[in-house]
């Protein structure tokens, strides 16, 4: 699997704007971009993924570079609640054998 | 739907003792994970069942055990417990092959001390 590497932590401002940044730049072709959330040490929650378009949910958005090498997920009007840490994960979509490989992530810390 | 049910919440051990944490999720889900999670770092995956009757190493195995019981129920045994096991285990489970990666759901962990 491939490596990302994701800044320790940032900080945002409530109803602002999040975006996280995601350097993926060992990224096979049949891999795909995943997003988890943490929330204060609870299991991790599925936010978003994506391949090669940009995605949008009810969650966020997933930007990834024309050449698959870094991502930004946004959250468009963070709250208080999304403080947490934020994964992003390269996995390939296969038959019974994938799983997440968990780095670091990004520590989100939303202030009033 | 309860989802993934991880039981005990918390357990303290002494040094070479032995437990079992179980694990079950209602949602007929095919594959299931053990992860352990240390201060300040990410999930570090343990063993996975990608379906009943089948497990596999993770990244960090030695010193553990798993038991895929039915396709509802995945245990993590403890052997001889060490100090270097104190961690959160969390228990995950997905629905199927060739569903990616955002269908895994997420226990709310154990939270285990070895002293």
């Known amino acids: 699997d491939a490596k990302t590497t994701q800044p320790p932590s940032m900080d945002c401002a409530e109803g602002r704007a999040a975006n996280l940044p995601c350097n993926h730049s060992?990224?096979?072709?049949?891999?795909?971009v995943y997003w988890y959330r943490q929330i204060h040490s609870q299991g991790p929650q599925y936010i978003i993924h994506?391949?090669?378009n940009n995605e949008t949910n009810e969650m966020a958005s997933l930007i990834i570079t024309e050449d698959r090498k870094s991502s930004t997920l946004i959250l468009p009007h963070a709250t208080l609640r999304d403080t947490a840490v934020y994964y992003c994960?390269?996995?390939?979509?296969?038959?019974?054998?994938?799983?997440?490989?968990f780095g670091t992530g990004t520590r989100l810390q939303v202030f009033p | 739907n309860a989802g993934v049910t991880q039981t005990p919440k918390f357990q303290v051990l002494k040094t070479g003792q032995s437990m079992t944490l179980q694990c079950a999720q209602d949602?007929?889900?095919?594959?299931m994970y053990w992860y352990r999670q240390d201060p300040g770092m990410g999930l570090r995956l343990i063993y996975y069942?990608?379906?009943?009757?089948?497990?596999d190493k993770g990244e960090v195995p030695n010193g553990y055990n798993v038991s895929r019981l039915n396709k509802r129920e995945f245990s993590l045994r403890l052997e001889s417990a060490a100090p270097s096991q104190t961690s959160v285990y969390f228990c995950?489970?997905?629905?199927?092959?060739?569903?990616?990666?955002?269908?895994?759901?997420f226990g709310s962990g154990t939270r285990l001390t070895v002293v």
């Open positions: 995950a489970s997905r629905v199927s092959p060739g569903q990616g990666a955002d269908g895994y759901t």
């Open positions: 060992t990224i096979s072709g049949n891999e795909y």
């Open positions: 994506g391949l090669k």
């Open positions: 994960i390269v996995s390939p979509l296969s038959y019974n054998t994938d799983k997440l490989i």
């Open positions: 949602m007929n889900h095919n594959s």
């Open positions: 069942s990608a379906s009943e009757g089948t497990t």
